[in-house]
């Protein structure tokens, strides 16, 4: 119920400063079964949930036609920032914090204290306003190339002490 009043508030504080906005969602098959428990609230038709994207590139189209993203799930915030549309994400654990902080928005990351609609959009319009700096995600590409990196050496290591042992 909090979470149909939030986005319901969001919806709303968002149709109230003149935003056009849709639902979707790329999470759990329950997440739409939310979303239409938030259309309902609101009184609004179906066709303002689009239809949950299956598959990476179904998700990438679907956030490409988007000015910006209020999102809660990770995979989402990441593909809005890999697109270059700014995002603001809602965090209920430290993983999205560390994500924010990590690719330079941090204020960009709403935590559980944080959550009222007007807060929530205040944040989205900031995000609108400054965008995504492209050295920004160059430096996150950065970082997942090394990550990837370091970990291969492990792997590696791993396989071949594992064929090792099997001679």
């Avoid at 428990?37 to 994207?53: D, M």
């Amino acid at each position: 119920e909090d979470w149909i009043n939030l986005f319901a508030g969001i919806a709303e504080t968002l149709a109230a400063r003149g935003y056009e906005y849709e639902f979707f969602t790329n999470g759990l098959p329950n997440d739409v079964k939310l979303g239409r428990k938030v259309l309902e609230k609101l009184g609004l038709p179906e066709s303002y949930l689009v239809k949950r994207p299956v598959t990476d590139t179904e998700l990438y189209a679907t956030i490409g036609q988007y000015a910006g993203l209020i999102t809660c799930r990770m995979h989402s915030s990441i593909a809005s920032f890999t697109l270059g549309i700014p995002t603001v994400i809602l965090s209920w654990n430290d993983k999205v914090v560390k994500l924010m902080d990590i690719i330079g928005y941090p204020e960009r990351a709403i935590t559980l204290d944080q959550f009222d609609p007007a807060f929530i959009v205040d944040r989205f319009e900031a995000a609108l306003a400054e965008g995504v700096a492209d050295d920004k995600i160059e430096a996150m590409k950065a970082r997942a190339l090394e990550s990837v990196t370091d970990y291969i050496d492990l792997i590696i290591e791993a396989v071949t002490a594992a064929v090792d042992a099997d001679v």
